[in-house]
Structures are given as C-alpha cells and as structure tokens.
C-alpha cells in the first residue's frame, strides 16, 4: 500500500440536518487532510460542527454531500453494512462515558470487540492483555469496573478501542468525566499510543487537553476557523 496518501481525506464534507421545514447545516464544506500518526485536536463551541465531523470520520453517520477517504478506501460511498465493517477494523473509539460492562471483568470487556470479529479465544486473550498491557493495567485485568477508579475505566475503555489494532483512535472528549489530575494522566496514556505510532483524533472543549495535540483544528458554524501546529504540552511524569 502506498503510503503517501493521508489516512483521512476529506473534500467539501457537508452535513445537513432537516428539522422541521428548517435546515441546519452541521458541516459546510470542510476540506481535511491527516496523515499516518498524525495527533490532532478538533475544538470549537457547543454546535460548532466538531461531533458531527468526528461521527462522518468514525463511519457512525454519512455526508449529505463530499467526499471522505479513510485509509484509502472512500468512506462517503459505502453502505451501513460496509461502514460498520469499516468501523469494526479500522476505527477504536474512546467516549467520555466509558461504556463499560458493568458485570464483566476488565479484561473482558477489552476482548468483546474480537468476540464480535470472530477471533479465537487464545488469541483474544493474549490481544486483550497486550492491550491492558499498553495502558499500564494488566494488574487490574480482573476487576469489575465498579472495581476501578474513573481514570482506570477509561484506560480500560482505551485498551478496548485499540485491541481491534485501528488504523484510527477517535476520542470523544475522553477526559470530560474525569477530575484535572486523572485528565492530565490519561493524556499521558494517549502520548505513549501516539509515540508507538497511532493516529490519534481528539475531540476536546478544554484548552489545556488540546495542547497536548501536534495539531488544533478549530471549527466555527460548521467550516474550519483555524488549522494549527501546536506546541505539545510536557510529558506528566
């Protein structure tokens, strides 16, 4: 495969909503290159355009008009069975709620994507502890989540998102349940994924989380406002 191709295209990536007899447009016209290992911050005010945008590059909704390539493949022209595979292999997601099972062990709940995907129990297992493994949790591998602190369920929603080996992590203000001290701990977590090679893309509204980002995208009424290279916040030892 080439590699020289950015591992999420889009060109004129629009979104219109219909309420009532009135249009929103959620998305109007967004143009958008990120490349392999690429960490990048998308930022902007309630209504700004940023879910909308992160749920088009996730495969969980499609454009009303644009193009979308993800790792080559164009995302825009699949259908819902097509997207969900898309999403399945290509895509982990992180979310602010965690989404746990709350009656599953810590390591169960990591290797639920690959029950799904039809993998083996041996190779499930030994994919979920690397995945705990790359978070700094494989001592908690059987608690519960009602065993765990806020920052721990996250890391374990973290190791489920990666067990899959994503092309992509989309992470959807995965610190807004979390106090300022475990924030800055799984910022941390996510700076060791993104200097093992993952592609990171954050959803945040704080300022001091987007920082942590190469690169901040902030969107206004559904276009892109500013596209920046930003100064990495230091590593918390």
């Known amino acids: 495969m080439n ?9 004129g990536l629009t979104k219109i909503y219909r309420m009532g007899g009135e249009e929103i447009h959620a998305l109007d016209g967004v143009d958008l290159d990120i ?5 990048v911050a998308i930022m902007g005010p309630s209504g700004s355009g940023k879910s909308t945008l992160m749920n088009l590059i996730g495969c969980l909704d499609t454009p009303t008009a644009g193009d979308y390539w993800l790792n080559e ?16 292999r290509e895509i982990g997601f992180v979310f602010q709620t965690f989404n746990l099972l709350p009656r599953a062990t810590a390591l169960h709940n990591v290797e639920l994507p690959l029950v799904y995907a039809g993998i083996s129990r041996e190779e499930r297992l030994e994919r979920a502890r690397a995945a705990l493994e790359a ?3 494989i001592d908690r591998a059987d608690h519960k989540p009602s065993e765990l602190s806020g920052g721990q369920r996250q890391r374990v929603a973290i190791a489920r998102a990666l067990v899959n080996r994503p092309s992509i992590l989309l992470a959807d203000e995965p610190t807004g ?8 701990e799984i910022m941390v977590v996510f700076e060791s994924l993104h200097a093992g090679g993952n592609t990171i893309l954050l959803v945040t509204h704080e300022r001091d989380i987007a920082g942590h980002a190469q690169r901040q995208i902030h969107l206004l009424d559904g276009k892109i406002e500013t596209d920046t290279a930003a100064s990495p916040a230091p590593a918390t030892h």
């Open 3 to 11: 590699d020289s191709r950015p591992i999420i295209q889009v060109r």
């Open 35 to 39: 490349e392999r290992n690429e960490y």
């Open 73 to 88: 493949r164009k995302a825009s022209e699949l259908d819902d069975d097509e997207l969900a595979r898309v999403r399945n």
């Open 135 to 137: 978070v700094d949790l």
């Open 177 to 184: 349940n979390l106090d300022s001290k475990t924030s800055e």
